[in-house]
C-alpha cells in the first residue's frame, strides 16, 4: 500500500512559496508553524499584494513582512531594494536583527540601520559599501535623502511598521516626505496595532488597493490574570510597591499616562529600595540605551514607562505588568497586558484605578467582553523580607565595535582570566562605542575590579558598574 504524499498545513512555512533554502533556515530557526498574522498576512504579500495589516507587537509581525521583502531581493543587485520605517531606534535595531536571522539562507544581504543618536558620517560609509536593506526612524531616513546619501530608485518593497505610533509621535508629514521619493511601482505593506485617521490618509495617498488584514490579539486571556485594584489618587504611587512586595515579579513593566508620573513612581520606589528605572521620549539616546540594557538583561527589576517610550520593545519573559495609570484607549490597554504571558507563560496584569477612572475600565470591559476582577488593597501584605532585587548587576566597557569588540572576546575576560563560570555571565550587548555586560549581583563588584585590572583582546579597558 503506497503512503499518501502529505500536503503542508495552511499554517506551516512549507504550504508558502519560498525557496529552499529560506525553508531550511526557518525550521534551523524553530519557526515551523506561522502565527494568526502570518499565515494572513503572507500568502497576500508573497503576491505582491499592497496591505494593511492590524496586529500587535509580539505577534509576529516582523517575520511576516520581512520574508515578503527578502523574496522580492536579488543579492547579486548592490542596490536598495527595501526599506522599513520604524518609530523608534529599538525598534529598527529588533528588525533589522531579525531580517539578518532571517536573511542567513542568502549569501551576503547587508541590512543597514539608520536612526538618530548615532553620527551620520559611520551610516553613510556604511550605505556607501553597499546595501540592499534600509531600516530607520522616518527623520534620519529624510537626513540621509536630504544629503543625498541615499538612492531609492532601485526600491521594490515599502514597509511601514508601528504606522500608528509613528503617527502618535508626530511623524505624518515625515513619512510623507520620504513615502514621495520611493518609485510609484512598489509594494507597500503597513502594520499597525490601531487604526487612527492617519492610517486611511495615508493608504488613500500611497497604496494600490490594499487588503486590509485583521487578527485576534495574540495573547490567549486565559494566561493573563488580570487584577484591579481601586485607589484614591494619593496612594496611588505607595500601591505600587505593596503590588512588587506581594507578587514579587522577577521583571515589572510599570505604564504611567505622563512623564511626570514616571519620574514620580522612580523616586518613590527607588526610595524604598526597589531597583526601578524610568523611560519616557526626552531621556537622550545613551540614557535610553543604558536602561534599556538593564532592564532587558535582568539588572533591573522595574521599568517605568510611557506608552510612546515603550512601544517597539519586545522583552522576552515579562512577569507582570502594572497599569498605574488607566489609559483612556481601551485598544492601548489590550497592548500593554499582552506583554506579560507570552509563548505559551502566564502572564499578570495589576490594574490601578480611581473613581474618576470608571468611564475608562468601562470600555476596557466592553472590549474585552467581559467585567474587571477587583480585590482589596488589604489583600497586599509582604510575602518575604528579603528585598526585591534584580539577579544581575551590568558592568559598562569603555569600547565596542569601532574597537573591534565582540561579545566572544567579553566573555572570554570573564570566564578566562577572572575566572568566573559561564552561568555567573548574563546577556552581553556590544554597540558601537560601548559594551553593556550583565553579571551575577553577587560577583558585580569584584567582577568590575578583576576586568579594570585585566585587559580584553590584549588591550586595558575601562569598566564601571552601572547602578540605578
Request: aromatic fraction near 4%; charge should be neutral; glycine fraction near 8%.
Amino acid at each position: 500500500m503506497t503512503t499518501p504524499n502529505k500536503t503542508p498545513a495552511a499554517t506551516d512555512f512549507s504550504s508558502l512559496p519560498l525557496a529552499p533554502a529560506m525553508l531550511a533556515n526557518l525550521t534551523q530557526l524553530g519557526y515551523l508553524q506561522m502565527t494568526a498574522i502570518q499565515a494572513a498576512s503572507l500568502p497576500l504579500a508573497l503576491l505582491g499584494q499592497d496591505l494593511i495589516a492590524q496586529a500587535m507587537t509580539g505577534s509576529g509581525k516582523t517575520a511576516a513582512f520581512a520574508l515578503a521583502l527578502l523574496a522580492n531581493l536579488n543579492p547579486r543587485r548592490f542596490a536598495i531594494q527595501a526599506m522599513v520605517l520604524c518609530p523608534t531606534r529599538e525598534l529598527a535595531d529588533q528588525v533589522s536583527t531579525e531580517i539578518r536571522r532571517l536573511a542567513r539562507a542568502e549569501e551576503n544581504i547587508k541590512v543597514v540601520t539608520l536612526c538618530g543618536g548615532v553620527a551620520l558620517r559611520g551610516q553613510n560609509a556604511s550605505l556607501e559599501h553597499g546595501a540592499h536593506i534600509v531600516v530607520g526612524t522616518p527623520g534620519r531616513i529624510m537626513d540621509h535623502l536630504e544629503r543625498g546619501n541615499l538612492d531609492l530608485s532601485a526600491l521594490n518593497t515599502l514597509v511601514l511598521d508601528e504606522a500608528d505610533r509613528m503617527l502618535d509621535m508626530g511623524f505624518f508629514e515625515d513619512m510623507v516626505t520620504v513615502i514621495k521619493q520611493c518609485p510609484k511601482e512598489r509594494q507597500t505593506l503597513l502594520f499597525s496595532a490601531t487604526y487612527p485617521e492617519g492610517i486611511e490618509k495615508l493608504s488613500q495617498q500611497f497604496m494600490r488597493t490594499p487588503k486590509t488584514i485583521t487578527v485576534q490579539a495574540q495573547h490567549a486571556t486565559t494566561k493573563i490574570s488580570q487584577r484591579w485594584y481601586q485607589v484614591e489618587k494619593s496612594e496611588r504611587l505607595a500601591t505600587v510597591g505593596k503590588l512588587l512586595n506581594h507578587f514579587r515579579p522577577e521583571s515589572t513593566l510599570a505604564f504611567c499616562n505622563t512623564k511626570l508620573q514616571c519620574r514620580a513612581l522612580v523616586e518613590v520606589l527607588q526610595a524604598e529600595g526597589f531597583s526601578a528605572l524610568a523611560l519616557y521620549g526626552e531621556l537622550e539616546q545613551r540614557e535610553r540605551d543604558q536602561v534599556l540594557v538593564q532592564f532587558a538583561n535582568r539588572s533591573c527589576s522595574v521599568l517605568v514607562a510611557t506608552d510612546v517610550a515603550a512601544r517597539g520593545l519586545d522583552i522576552a519573559d515579562l512577569a507582570a505588568v502594572i497599569n498605574v495609570d488607566v489609559t483612556p484607549d481601551s485598544e492601548v490597554h489590550i497592548h500593554r497586558i499582552g506583554r506579560t504571558g507570552r509563548a505559551g507563560a502566564e502572564g499578570l496584569a495589576l490594574n490601578l484605578a480611581s473613581m474618576n477612572e470608571m468611564g475608562f475600565v468601562g470600555k476596557i470591559e466592553v472590549l474585552q467582553g467581559r467585567e474587571s476582577e477587583w480585590h482589596k488593597l488589604d489583600e497586599l501584605t509582604p510575602t518575604s523580607k528579603e528585598p526585591l532585587r534584580p539577579p544581575m548587576m551590568t558592568l559598562q566597557i569603555t569600547g565596542g565595535r569601532k574597537e573591534k569588540i565582540r561579545a566572544g572576546d567579553v566573555l572570554g575576560a570573564l570566564t578566562g582570566d577572572a575566572g568566573y563560570t559561564r552561568e555567573q555571565i548574563g546577556k552581553i550587548n556590544v554597540n558601537e562605542y560601548s559594551t553593556y555586560v550583565a553579571v551575577d549581583r553577587r560577583i558585580a563588584h569584584e567582577a568590575e575590579r578583576k576586568l579594570n585590572a585585566g585587559k580584553i583582546k590584549g588591550k586595558s579597558v575601562r569598566v564601571r558598574l552601572l547602578t540605578e
